[in-house]
């Protein structure tokens, strides 16, 4: 199995205190934009790399998909989709992304929130995806935005006082590994320009459609540490459909 940090017990239960964990999709900043980009679901097979809890399978199977599969990494974060978000049009199943094998355009949607900056090698998946995604298939995905993975800490500088100074942006161009900190505890993820995320999906067969920068809902901002999201995007919404 891949790096798994989610199967940790203090990682866990420090993952499961936030609010995307606690209050589902409204609880997610990113929500807001996100949803107004995911295409119908009615009728259609859908896949979702790194499903965590499964909310996103549960908002597609309650509007209209005929079948949803949930994969994740995490023995932990299935265990809970399964008792958050069980649906009888939704199968769960353990198994890296990298790994997965399905059959060849056995899918009409590919759905994926952050969680490709886990993931070592870009490409590969696409590919995958491109290959079992139905001809004029959606692939929408959200990941850690390249200015925040750059650096790797992923945390303001800051004065002798305490407060934010600005973000750290540096190495931009040397892609790969970073060490990281989330939750308090270091977790290694992979920092890739924004060149590469759109190039590859353009060099696997599709077209793209929409990219969001995120910026916190106006309904969030005053969450503490909320309105300094607003001095550097911490996401990155891409959505792209499969070429005919």
């Not at 949607?109 to 952050?114: E, I, Q």
């Not at 006082?161 to 750290?168: K, N, V």
């Amino acid at each position: 199995m891949k790096e798994n940090k989610y199967d940790s017990d203090s990682f866990f239960k420090k993952y499961s205190e936030m609010s995307r964990s606690q209050q589902g999709l409204k609880g997610a900043g990113e929500w807001s934009e996100l949803q107004k980009v995911l295409p119908d679901f009615r009728g259609k097979c859908v896949l979702d790399l790194g499903c965590g809890y499964g909310w996103h399978c549960l908002y597609a199977a309650q509007n209209g998909a005929e079948y949803v599969l949930g994969t994740d990494i995490s023995a932990k974060m299935l265990e809970t989709a399964r008792e958050k978000n069980s649906h009888e049009r939704i199968e769960y199943r353990r198994c890296a992304m990298e790994d997965l094998e399905l059959p060849d355009h056995s899918f009409d949607v590919v759905l994926s929130s952050l969680a490709f900056h886990y993931v070592k090698e870009f490409q590969p998946v696409v590919k995958k995806i491109s290959r079992v995604l139905s001809p004029g298939g959606f692939f929408v995905f959200s990941a850690e935005h390249p200015v925040f993975t750059a650096y790797g800490t992923q945390d303001w500088y800051y004065d002798e006082q305490g407060e934010i100074l600005h973000f750290p942006v540096d190495n931009y161009y040397f892609e790969g590994k970073r060490d990281a900190v989330f939750l308090g505890e270091p977790v290694t993820k992979y920092h890739r320009t924004l060149t590469t995320y759109l190039n590859t999906l353009l060099e696997n067969g599709f077209e793209l459609l929409n990219i969001i920068e995120p910026q916190p809902p106006d309904d969030m901002l005053h969450i503490p540490g909320m309105a300094d999201e607003m001095r550097r995007p911490m996401m990155l919404i891409v959505k792209a459909v499969k070429r005919t």
